[in-house]
């Protein structure tokens, strides 16, 4: 397999059409499509491709130039929270993420305090739930 070839495998795990990929790395469909079958007039044009591609979406570069490894950079809890948080800030001004993350802005301790006593009866009560329905999954309780 080559490196074209994951090109496309990465934009069908994303989901993305050749279009959609092509419009978050700045490029058209036109060349999306000599990418994938590694007809690209320029080939200087490649490698400052791949490292886009890779800060674009993440994708561990060892995977995309040879197959070796994960596809995708494995983020931090850290990480994964910054990737979140700024795609929702790109995202729709006024979605529902969005004025979520602004009010949990605004929280002070004892809030947070009191959304995390809610978050965990949530999980427990879920939890009691699917193992009503699912036997085999173990009910863990917090005491």
Known sequence: MEIYDRIKILRKELGLTQPEFGKKLGIN???VANIENNRLKNPQRKEPLYRLICDQFGVNESWLRTGDGEMFV??????EIAAFVGDVLSGESDSFKKRLISALSQLDEPEWELLESLAVKIVEKNRIHKSMYHPSLPVVCKT
């Not at 494995?74 to 990480?79: P, V, Y």
């Open 29 to 31: 469909r036109d060349v």
């Open 74 to 79: 494995q983020l931090s809890r850290d990480g």
